[in-house]
């Protein structure tokens, strides 16, 4: 299952609940990325190779460079909000003040609806906000913003094998436009108008009626 | 035309069903009868199963997340869902070990821990789709809220038993799906078509 690793989807997934670990573990499987899961936010960091202190100019401090993370690349973090310890906006904020990894897409679970905590959130610079429990139908969302980290990164690379990798993706991407929203990695814009993403995302949560039903109405089911 | 003679005899030598005959009709009628009589078991296993499924759903036991959960199982995975409820299970018993320990002395509440542990079971519950325990978990945080013991106790008491209710449940409905796979049939992931559930349980039917 690991033979095509170079063209799969790395996510990593943070969450204290076990039986939630399982079940976004399975859902991202099933929608044929590659998952590592943790079980709070000072492992994601530990796990993508940020101290957990700052990265200060301290002359002190052991002067080694996180090496490991940059064999890891991660094309999405996908959190609980609420943990012990670190929450999932904290470690939002710290994957953003990163100048290394703030550019992966950071996506928040949370089972409580509050528009306050989402706005803050997306404000932030997350890409989706998922009520939990989330379902197969919520994961398939999180492809596009996988597909940028990707395209970006190839990017960068100038040989040719990496450029027929980027048409390949482009190809399966609906949306062609996807390309010029990078690069990623600026600031964080005060807009007045959130963009289609974030739109989407604040008028799911805000309705009420989470398990409407998506049927035809009609009583026989098959 | 059938004669004793030409009649199949069967023997079952290391698990597996050998057919001997010296006459091709005789193997042919005597397969048929046992390939009918197998389906027929499968269908009548799949039946039950079916229709114990859609019961759960229509008691309020499970709701539509349980249908997510049962989309997560493959053939790669094939017990995924009961490896998931299990963990719950354990949960459940864990959490509710410790909530009845903070409960204990009416002097000496914790209600900051009790919250936590019912925050962490309707988030499991609701995410395995255990309705009655998640609704149970609902009424259980507003007594919380306003540190009333009393109706701590009784839903403690009542979601410790619908959790064991639930599990007696599925343990029912996993074993009806070993003998439907024991018997050499599939496990049915439809219901059937004459299902007519409440609008609040009504699972989702996106493909």
Sequence with gaps: MGMATESQFHVLAVDDSLVDRKMIERLLQKSSCQVTTVDSGSKALEFLGLRESNESNDPNAPSSSPVTHQEIEINLIITDYCMPGMTGYDLLKRVKESA?????PVVIMSSENVPARISRCLEEGAEEFFLKPVKLADVTKLKPHMMKTKLKKESEKPSKEDN?????????DEEPSVIEILPLHQDVEQEPMLSNNKRKAMEEVISTDRSRPKYNDITTLV | LMTAKSLASKETVNGRCWFYSDDDDGISVYLNRELHAMN?????????FQDYLVSLYQQGFLDNQFTELRKLQDEGTPDFVAEVVSLFFDDCSKLINSMSRSLERPENVDFKQVDSGVHQLKGSSSSVGARRVKNVCISFKECCDVQNREGCLRCLQQVDYEYKMLKTKLQDLFNLEKQIVQAGGAIPQHFPSYTILRPDIRPCLDA
Aim: glycine share 0%; no cysteine; proline share 0%.
């Design chain 1, 164 to 172: 027929a990798v980027l048409k390949h993706e482009i190809r399966k």
């Design chain 2, 40 to 48: 027929t078991v499968v269908a009548q296993l799949q039946t039950q």
């Design chain 1, 100 to 104: 290394a990894f703030r550019s992966i």
